[in-house]
């Protein structure tokens, strides 16, 4: 599905210039802060650091300033006179991967999980970089106020990952109390050249529902299992049957993913244990696929405990996000305004609906503004970051193939470009308020 492009009128180009005027001075600034936040990632909901950064920078732009909004979100708020409120939106939590990208700003920090659990920390997915690109379109923004009216809310989200820090920031009221916005507007980085900008009206990110799942059995001596329930065995049966789910009971014309990112279990090696956890997500471009693929998951569960465990097993949704839809006419100013000031082939069609999954779109959902049940219209965006030399030798003819054979996301190797993928990114999230802000 592609979006018309709707071409900027001139006085909006205009004020894009205006806006974008100041940005080759700022970039060794940004560069600055881009790398300092990657060397100091937090997990999610642990965000402090990154959220004082934020805070001093937006109110340096010009911006009032509030934090502590839904955990360690941060809301910045520039005005320009009378005209429309739009929302730009940028996310600040890292991973629990140990990084091994040898660069030189490399996180080699830890940090302690909500359980106990010591994990290394890594900016595995760009979230350093969508932070510093907010920071970078305030100041923009705040230095060319003279071209345009409105007003921006900037919204630095806190644990994006855990999808719970949009409906965190939604449950605390933040258009209520910062205003509705016409859009609500982002970008997201993505293993493509870097500094394009890829483009897609309608869906573009999955529905998604993790699941924890915790298998009971009957503990004894390794050397004895005759007379144990083996949960190690148990889970190994669900996690193979599982992957019938996609291959045998979804459309093939449709994206879906069940994958088992993690199952614990046992102690030591001659000790049959009483229990396995297994971790589980679940993906599909819409809510009612998500809510097929759960029960297929909980029906195959509950079919292999009952062939031998002593009890049922527990099947626990710990985390939901609906999918992400854009809206067609937004899409399409932004489109346009991005091919204006950035040129046309800096922008691109993004090919298909993607399996990841993003809660930018739980902003948007209706009933968000505490008031009204209409969505807030959505315009997201990806932005390409895989350096010029890695693209190119990588294997492949299309950019989903090449995509696939360069380090991607949730990856110990993941390691933007900085310079061309922060001039691209601060350039369009700065410009794109000024496709709906009342241009001067």
């Not at 049957?241 to 102690?267: K, M, N, Y």
């Not at 922008?347 to 503004?369: I, K, N, W, Y």
């Not at 807030?376 to 965006?381: C, K, Q, S």
């Not at 933007?416 to 001067?440: E, K």
Request: aromatic fraction near 4%.
């Amino acid at each position: 599905m592609t979006a018309d492009v709707h071409p900027p009128t001139s006085a909006r180009r205009a004020a894009a210039t205006a806006v974008l005027t100041g940005l080759d001075a700022r970039l060794e600034d940004l560069g600055a802060t881009y790398r300092d936040l990657h060397a100091h990632p937090e997990l999610s909901g642990h965000e402090h650091r990154t959220a004082e950064v934020v805070a001093d920078a937006l109110t340096a732009a010009g911006c009032e300033v509030t934090t502590g909004v839904g955990g360690h979100g941060v809301v910045g708020v520039l005005t320009s006179g009378d005209g429309p409120t739009v929302a730009l939106r940028g996310d600040m939590d890292g991973l629990p991967i140990r990084e091994a990208t040898g660069l030189p700003y490399a996180s080699t920090l830890t940090h302690r999980r909500d359980d106990g659990v010591e994990v290394p920390v890594m900016h595995a997915c760009g979230h350093d970089l969508h932070t510093t690109c907010l920071l970078g379109a305030a100041h923009l923004l705040g230095a060319a106020r003279h071209a345009w009216r409105g007003r921006v809310l900037f919204l630095a989200q806190p644990a994006e990952e855990s999808v719970s820090g949009a409906k965190a920031m939604v449950a605390d009221g933040v258009f209520r109390r910062f205003g509705r916005p016409v859009a609500i507007l982002g970008q997201h980085v993505t293993p493509a050249p870097a500094g394009l900008l890829l483009h897609r009206s309608g869906p573009l990110y999955a529905a998604n529902a993790n699941l924890e799942v915790r298998l009971h059995g009957v503990g004894g001596h390794g050397a004895r299992p005759e007379g144990t329930v083996d949960p190690v065995a148990m889970g190994a049966y669900v996690v193979t049957r599982l992957q019938a789910i996609v291959a045998r009971e979804t459309d093939p014309r449709q994206p879906s993913v069940v994958t088992v990112g993690s199952f614990h279990a046992g102690t030591r090696p001659n000790i049959i244990g009483e229990e396995a956890v297994l971790e589980i997500t679940t993906r599909a471009p819409e809510a009612a696929g998500v809510e097929a693929l759960v029960a297929a998951v909980e029906r195959i569960v509950h079919a292999e405990a009952a062939a031998a465990a002593p009890r049922l097993p527990e099947v626990v949704v710990t985390e939901a996000t609906r999918g992400l839809v854009n809206d067609p006419g937004v899409v399409a100013r932004l489109r346009g305004l991005h091919a204006a000031v950035l040129g046309e082939g800096a922008v691109a069609e993004q090919p298909q609906v993607r399996t990841t999954s993003e809660d930018f779109a739980e902003l948007g959902a209706p009933g968000a503004d505490g008031v009204s049940q209409e969505p807030i219209p959505l315009g997201f965006w990806l932005l390409g970051v895989t350096p010029a030399a890695v693209w190119q030798a990588a294997e492949g003819d299309s950019l989903t193939a090449k995509a696939a054979a360069v380090p991607g996301t949730h990856t110990p190797r993941f390691a933007p470009d900085p310079a061309p993928s922060l001039r691209a990114g601060v350039a369009a999230l700065a410009s794109a308020p000024l496709a709906l802000l009342d241009a001067v």
